[in-house]
């Protein structure tokens, strides 16, 4: 099978990079495989856009090796470059140019000409509803809007594969329901999408996702499999003194976390523990009439198992 059709679209080992010796990027080993949504998940500074940065090409790497739909990065960045569509996260517009004019722009920069250039730009348009507003300044459109348009000139070049670096912060949550289901349909239409995030129901939504903290990838796989494997049980507790239960839980051993969901504290207990409901009973703050329930883990709950700075 030639490089180009395989099913490994990604394939990272030991990604390093490190600026003034501040590792943002510590040893990441990826493999995405071909027409899924791969998430990265993790909070600001966890080195999401330096990876994705050298994954494009547009970062060389301090250490470690990087294959692209079988290219070697940085060194074919320049080929890649036609075969990638990467939006960032100020989504890279000029706001002084009109909608068409900015896809005009990007379908000059991806060599795209005659009925072909016409067409794509055509199709996008319309497909982003992005035709009503095509002579509206890029620096005058809503936060969906230009999310539209950046994506549209992102994919106008048809790319295989298309890096997307949090691509809902500025938009409200209508629109990025609707920009996911934007994705399916890439999805489903062949591309292969790498997204970072740092909303759980997003992660939620990816195919398979890595969680990064502090540059480092904690664990990664399907979100179901995650949660199923996570190694703590998730019992929910629902009593007038929460916040005293809480503190008491917090400095027993067999507890990860507990956190305060409006009136219900949520409770992971370590999975060593064989009766999480017996044992979290056997705590004097706890009333013997306490509701105590298992719940389903969340992403969330991975989250915190898996990290260190987000157990609390
Ligand atoms: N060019 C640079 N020079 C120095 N430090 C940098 C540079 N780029 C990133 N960093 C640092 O590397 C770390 C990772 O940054 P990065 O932008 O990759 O994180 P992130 O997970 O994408 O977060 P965010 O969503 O806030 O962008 C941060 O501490 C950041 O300050």
């Known amino acids: 099978m030639s490089a180009a059709l395989s099913d490994i679209v990604v394939r990272a080992e030991g990604l390093v990079k490190s600026f003034k010796?501040?590792?943002?990027?510590?040893?990441?080993?990826?493999?995405?495989?071909?027409?899924?949504?791969?998430?990265?998940?993790?909070?600001?500074?966890?080195?999401?856009?330096?990876?994705?940065?050298?994954?494009?090409?547009?970062?060389?790497?301090?250490?470690?090796?990087?294959?692209?739909?079988?290219?070697?990065?940085?060194?074919?960045?320049?080929?890649?470059?036609?075969?990638?569509?990467?939006?960032?996260?100020?989504?890279?517009?000029?706001?002084?140019?009109?909608?068409?004019?900015?896809?005009?722009?990007?379908?000059?920069?991806?060599?795209?000409s005659g009925k072909r250039r016409k067409s794509r730009i055509g199709e996008v348009m319309e497909r982003y509803e992005l035709t009503d507003l095509a002579n509206r300044f890029a620096g005058k459109m809503s936060g969906g809007q230009r999310q539209r348009l950046a994506l549209a000139t992102a994919v106008l070049h048809e790319p295989q594969l298309l890096f997307l670096d949090e691509p809902t912060s500025a938009v409200d949550p209508e629109s990025r329901r609707h920009f996911w289901e934007q994705l399916f349909d890439l999805v489903e239409a062949g591309t292969s999408i790498v997204v970072t995030t740092h909303f759980m129901d997003e992660a939620e939504r990816c195919h398979k996702i890595a969680i990064m903290e502090a540059g480092k990838k904690r664990a990664d796989g399907r979100p179901k499999d995650l949660m199923n494997g996570m190694g703590a049980n998730v019992i929910e507790i629902e009593a007038p003194n929460l916040r005293a239960i809480r503190h008491d839980l917090l400095g027993s051993d067999g507890i990860l976390a507990a956190a305060q969901l409006g009136a219900r504290l949520r409770v992971l207990v370590k999975q060593e523990i064989a009766d999480p409901e017996a044992f979290l009973r056997a705590n004097p703050a706890l009333h013997p009439a306490t509701v105590i329930e298992k719940v389903r883990p969340s992403l969330e709950d991975v989250f915190v198992t898996t990290t260190g700075e987000g157990r609390q």
């Not at 990441?28 to 899924?36: K, W, Y």
């Not at 990876?51 to 547009?58: I, P």
């Not at 075969?83 to 900015?102: A, C, H, P, W």
Request: aromatic share 10%.
């Open 21 to 112: 010796g501040f590792r943002a990027v510590d040893g990441l080993d990826l493999t995405i495989e071909r027409g899924m949504i791969y998430g990265f998940l993790g909070p600001n500074g966890c080195g999401k856009t330096t990876a994705m940065r050298m994954l494009t090409g547009l970062l060389t790497p301090t250490e470690g090796t990087v294959e692209v739909l079988g290219l070697s990065v940085p060194k074919d960045a320049e080929t890649l470059k036609y075969k990638i569509g990467y939006m960032t996260q100020s989504f890279s517009l000029y706001g002084d140019l009109t909608v068409r004019e900015n896809l005009d722009f990007m379908a000059t920069i991806y060599g795209l």
